[in-house]
Every structure is written in structure tokens, then in C-alpha cells.
């Protein structure tokens, strides 16, 4: 899934089941400590995935703690982000030399819950998911909210900032792209305020993924 949305700059790992055996270091299992199992696992499975990806990269494995607004804290020079949801975990990292942030995020292939749309949803964006084409089988409002998960894991690492649902706009392409217009004022990237991002989706029976990958300037 997660090839069909990062750019070769980006190295990933994903598990559809639960590790059973992953190793945590005693920070990390301090974080979980009074968790239950499947909280345990998940956390678990998700910082395998983030230390497969990160070996790739020449990074030794070193604990992976959750930071401010539980945000992932990576080794210096690296960029990444986690996902996880029923049935799926995955992370993604990137040389910062390479990549100036990256957000993912997986949701399951359904309709969201009664109410959640216009709880997260922009009035002009409950218009497009409303004309979106139905014949592709696609559930738009689930297309949605992951984009704007991904959105705000691809913000905070550059504003430190909490970014509201509807701080940001999402335009989605049905061909696999979408844009996110910005509403509040970002930091400075590449010279110039941040004022939105680009991103792409995909989706398959199960699964619907999206990135955001922002590349720097050669």
C-alpha cells in the first residue's frame, strides 16, 4: 500500500498482524506499562515496523518514545511518521537531508461512524465527498479523514503546533492525488510560509492509505 503513495525517498515497513515477540526497550515499555494487550501490541508491532524502515536507512535501533502530543520522536537527521489501525500497522522515515516531513496514515476501507463527517468536514468539503463519483465503490469520507490525519502528522513536526480538522481544506482527485489548503498561519518552509500541502491516496478492499511527502529542493 504504502509504495503507491511515497516517493522512493521514503522507506517503509508494514505488518498486517500483531508481532508477538518484538523486543521494547525498558523506556518504551515503561510508556505501555499500564496499557492493556492489545494496546501493548500495537504499540509494539508499530515501533518494529519504524525500526525495520529505520535499518534500511544505516540507523541503529534505539527507543522510539512518543513526544509532545504523543507525536513520535526520531533519531537526529531522520524524519518519519506511524500509523496504525485494525488490522494493519506501518511506519515511514526518510533522511531529514532528503525530506523535510512526512505524515501516513491507514484507515479501514468503510463509511466513517454517523456523525464523524460533519464533526471533522469544512462545508465546502461535505460538497466534493457529496459529488465524488460512487461508481468506483470508494468511501470518500474515510478518503477524508485519513488525508487530514496525514495533514496534521506532516504539520506538527515543522509547527509544533496542534492543527484542527477544519484548519485545513482537502481537495481530493478521484485519480489517486489530494491537496490541503492551509487556514491557520504555518511556519517558514523552503523560505516561504507553509500555507498548504500535497499529498496522494490510495485504497483497495480493505485498506485506504494516504501520504504526505515534502521533499526538499535540490
Known sequence: MLDRVVPPSVRWAHAFEDCLDVELSPQERAVVAGAGARRKA???TVRACARDALATLGCAPVPLLPGEY???QWPDGIVGS???????RAAAVASAADVATLGIDAEPHEALPERVLGAIARAEELAMVAALPTTEG???DRVLFSAKE???KAWFPLARRWLHFREATVTIAPEGTFTARLHTSGPELFGRPLT???GRWTAD??????AITVERRA
Not at 506511524?82 to 494493519?88: K, R
Open 205 to 210: 478492499e480493505s485498506l485506504v492509505t494516504t
Open 196 to 198: 498548504s500541502f500535497d
Open 82 to 88: 506511524m500509523t496504525h489501525c485494525t488490522g494493519y
Open 70 to 72: 504523543g507525536a513520535p
Open 150 to 152: 496525514a495533514v496534521y
Open 42 to 44: 500495537e504499540f509494539a
Open 138 to 140: 470508494i468511501a470518500w
